[in-house]
């Protein structure tokens, strides 16, 4: 007798006829579940239990997780992860080599054609690599690219500075992308460029880099890719360099998130993430200088489509300045930033409340109770 069976989901949609009725179903990167290949097992047997499990519950379309699933019970933060050693520490650099504000989206994300053409341009690649060098060189690196095209010239770009890398995507012949994984893994190639196939599921611990040049409106996306090489190792420190400016569309890797099972609202255009004017240091709003020149902030959050011209990668910190900066230096001006301030610091929650009512900030109606029994 039979109690339990492993396979993959386009396999089992295929076989449903001879696939014997379950009485639960689990299903790993869960956030796929609204897919129609997913549906269709789930709707051949509408009576087994769903158990699903992912690190990003959120679909690239409109349509939430609700629809398959009726709770969601969220775990451990990633920040707790990094400082429990179950994920590696990162320092985050961005400056955008490209302008995506004039991106169409299409089913959720920027039109395929369109971040293709936009991203293949020799300097960016020339500049990809020169930035490599300054913040990353010698480390094991996979790189993020938007186009088959643009992943192949950007292997190009490495293999003619002199460092051995290569080029994957879904053209390539099975064996012989096999052998560059094992390649990779080994050591013996140093750059490994991609379109879109390293997402989920590699788990190369000794990767060190992620360089994104592919651009995306996708939460999941950003997330699967940028912690790539945040698997844990001693002592390491991921690098992840952005020229595509995704975290000012999406906010840094270890950010606290509110997810829910109902569809996701429409993607705003800003984040909240400052940048400083005088050196291009980007840090968190809570902050009222900048940590790297002092310089005064504007109170402004940074929009995702400035124009940005040629300049060094600046490193993106949060954390250790945070918990260097005084409540009386912070800059609160929404209810995410006073939690995040009270988590870095450790006050009680309630702490929050009374933070956001003294200072006329709209406090969620979720803790309204929590308010009525404070007292403010």
């Known amino acids: 007798m039979q109690l339990c069976s492993v396979s993959m989901v386009q396999t089992v949609s295929r076989r449903l006829d001879s696939t014997p009725e379950p ?19 789930y709707d051949k047997f509408p009576n087994a239990l769903k158990l699903g499990f992912t690190a990003t519950p959120v679909r690239l379309n409109s349509g939430g997780l609700g629809e398959v699933y009726q709770d969601l019970i969220t775990s451990v933060s990633t920040r707790w992860l990094i400082d429990n050693h179950y994920l590696a520490d990162y320092k985050y650099y961005s400056v955008k080599l490209a302008d995506t504000s004039k991106l169409h989206v299409h089913a959720g994300d920027y039109k395929v054609d369109e971040i293709a053409c936009l991203m293949q341009n020799k300097e960016i690649y020339g500049e990809t690599v020169t930035q490599w060098e300054r913040l990353a060189k010698g480390r094991k690196t996979i790189v993020y690219c938007a186009s088959v095209e643009a992943s192949k010239m950007t292997a190009d770009e490495f293999s003619n500075a002199w460092y051995i890398s290569y080029s994957l995507d879904g053209t390539t012949p099975k064996n012989e992308r096999e052998n560059v994984m094992r390649r990779f893994r080994n050591g013996e190639i140093q750059v490994l460029c991609n379109c879109d196939l390293f997402g989920e599921g590699l788990d190369v611990p000794d990767c060190e880099c992620v360089v994104l040049l592919r651009p995306t409106q996708s939460l999941t996306l950003y997330i699967q ?26 906010g840094l890797p270890d950010d606290d998130r509110q997810w829910t099972l109902e569809p996701k609202k429409k ?19 809570t902050l009222s200088k900048c940590p ?62 009374r933070y956001a009512a003294a200072h006329d900030i709209l406090i969620p109606p979720k803790y309204s109770h929590m308010r009525r029994k404070i007292g403010v």
């Open 292 to 353: 790297y020149c002092k310089y005064e902030a504007v109170k402004e959050v940074r929009h995702n489509n400035k124009k940005t011209i040629e300049i060094d990668l600046v490193e993106i910190k949060r954390q250790n300045d945070l918990k260097n900066t005084r409540l009386s230096d912070a800059v609160l001006d929404t209810w995410e930033d006073i939690v995040e301030f009270q988590k870095i610091k450790g006050y009680k929650f309630a702490w929050c409340i």
């Open 23 to 41: 009485k639960l179903i689990i299903t790993d990167e869960c956030h796929h579940s609204t897919s129609n290949t997913y549906r269709r097992v």
């Open 225 to 250: 890719q940028s912690m790539r090489s945040m698997r844990y190792m001693p002592d390491k420190t991921a690098i992840i360099i952005d020229h595509v400016g995704n975290c000012y569309l999406h």
């Open 267 to 285: 993607q705003e255009n800003t984040v909240k993430i400052r940048e400083c004017p005088n050196c291009f240091a980007v840090y968190s709003p």
